[in-house]
């Protein structure tokens, strides 16, 4: 991701113009499936509240973000076979409505511009992860997710394993990711409590 930033402006005009005509959801429980895309392939989704993980398939992590978050806005234009879903990971809200009435939205308020904001900073996202993760060896691939885990807030660090999710995100094995995070906490360079990440001193570029 060029920018880690969301086009929260871009958001708000979507969101103002979309919620009229959403139905409303809400989901109190962890690791519910919020949208999956066999089921919700024509349907654009709006999370205003909580925290959520993105799937790509059945097992593979894409990654962990707070809302707001838009899913499905893509398919208004165009078709994909790539499955995501959306699981919850909090108390989340928001709302859906079919991504027919969603081009009409975005036509009619002239929210293009907004639309591809939104759809960039995706984008980026999707390339910064492969950028840490294809190419890289095991040490490279931990090391730039311990690094991006450190650009989340405090309360999102303290709700997330570390262990399980570098494994769910680059699929090495837990006891190799178990090895390397025990060796950087030994030689103090990074600093968890009760499986989580408090903070990184300093990371070696190679282990």
Avoid at 56 to 75: E, H, K, S, Y
């Amino acid at each position: 991701m060029l920018s880690v930033d969301k086009p929260f402006l871009e958001f708000g005009k979507l969101d103002k113009c979309l919620s009229k005509y959403g139905e409303r959801f809400e989901y109190e429980n962890e690791k519910q499936v919020i949208y999956s895309g066999d089921v919700n392939k024509d349907e654009t989704f709006v999370i205003l509240k909580g925290v959520i993980s993105l799937m790509w398939g059945d097992n593979i992590l894409v990654g962990i973000t707070q809302a707001p978050f838009i899913m499905g806005l893509a398919d208004v234009v165009m078709k994909t076979d790539v499955k995501y879903k959306l699981i919850t990971e909090s108390h989340c809200t928001g709302y859906h409505l079919p991504a027919s009435k969603t081009i009409s939205i975005i036509e009619q308020c002239q929210l293009w511009r907004e639309a591809f904001s939104w759809l960039a900073w995706q984008h980026s996202m999707l390339e910064i992860r492969d950028l840490q993760l294809i190419g890289n060896n095991s040490y490279d691939q931990i090391r730039a997710t311990l690094i991006s885990m450190m650009k989340w807030d405090d309360l999102l660090r303290s709700r997330v394993g570390v262990m399980n999710y570098i494994h769910q995100r680059t699929r090495i094995s837990r006891s190799v990711v178990a090895e390397v995070l025990a060796a950087l906490r030994k030689g103090g360079y990074i600093e968890m409590n009760k499986g989580k990440l408090l903070n990184i001193n300093r990371l070696p570029f190679e282990y």
